[in-house]
């Protein structure tokens, strides 16, 4: 109990440190390059990674690094812009917060994961405790962002099952340097087509692309693959929740943004629900002892 109880803490790490990417992106960062910031968050990461681990795919691992680098982050982060600029900030994250309940489908089906009520009801809560956060009255709906909200959902939670599915033969390091690296080039060209290129950089713009890539990708992914090395997806999905979270309260904290009465109960609807999804996986656990 208290190896996983850890685990759990670790891995939840990385998307509370997720959270922290508007405000840096905003802050530190020239805007209008979503592709251009998402390739240079995982490329020289991938790379820096690599040169550490000095270790590359062998045989079927190559073609399964470009497609969890794609799913995990490529696609994921392509899907992800496009819905956030088609679509108001607080329905682009509602209608990705549907990401843990497709994995809870997902591992039934490449996993043979049982569906436990309790998983899905945990995971209903975390959207609406998402849509307190950051729903709008005048939140208005756009179907190709809706579409590629969904998608970006669909990706990462692919890349998530099937991150658990293919157990990698070597270190999570290693792991995590092969598919930066692998997202990293399949972003490069899509950011050269799309985008212009990036301005005069200053030095607060380096020190956010180095938090971004080193602590934001490298370090967080690490953490993040490594969880679902040890915990079932279905129970590191919902940990995705604590994002939106982070980023109000440092918008709150950092920014001094106002946070409201519902947003505070988001909040705390959102903590409900990350509980209730551990909970489901630790009494699957305690059902073959009781029998």
């Given amino acids: 109990m208290t190896t996983r109880n850890f685990d759990i803490g670790l891995t939840a790490v990385a998307p509370a440190i997720w959270g922290s990417t508007y405000l840096v992106t905003t802050e530190f960062l020239p805007p209008g390059y979503p592709i251009t910031v998402a390739m240079l968050r995982a490329l020289p990461a991938g790379l820096l990674l690599l040169l550490l681990v000095r270790q590359m795919p062998k045989g079927i691992w190559w073609l399964r690094s470009f497609l969890l680098g794609a799913l995990n982050f490529s696609f994921f982060q392509t899907m992800l812009f496009v819905s956030a600029y088609r679509l108001p ?38 959207m609406v405790g998402v849509a307190l956060l950051v729903l709008t009255p005048a939140a208005t709906l756009d179907r190709v962002g809706v579409a590629a909200g969904l998608a970006g959902a669909v990706s990462m939670a692919f890349g998530t099952v099937l ?129």
């Fill in 163 to 291: 991150t658990r599915h293919w157990v990698p033969p070597v270190s999570p390091l290693t792991f995590t340097a092969w598919q930066l690296a692998a997202g990293g080039f399949l972003l490069a060209p899509v950011a050269l087509i799309f985008e212009p290129a990036l301005p005069p950089l200053t030095a607060a713009n380096f020190m956010g692309f180095a938090y971004l890539g080193l602590i934001g990708a490298a370090f967080t992914y690490l953490l993040w693959f490594r969880g679902l090395s040890r915990l079932e997806p279905s129970q590191v999905s919902p940990l995705g929740f604590l994002s939106p979270v982070v980023a109000i309260l440092l918008g709150w904290g950092v920014l001094d943004q106002q946070l409201t009465a519902l947003q505070v109960f988001g909040i705390i609807v959102v903590f409900v629900s990350v509980w209730m999804s551990q909970q489901a996986q630790m009494r699957r656990r305690a059902a073959p002892v009781r029998a």
């Fill in 89 to 126: 900030g607080g329905v682009a994250a509602t209608v990705g917060a549907i990401q843990p309940l497709i994995v809870v489908v997902l591992s039934r089906i490449i996993l043979g994961s049982p569906i436990r009520v309790l998983s899905i009801v945990a995971g209903v809560a975390g």
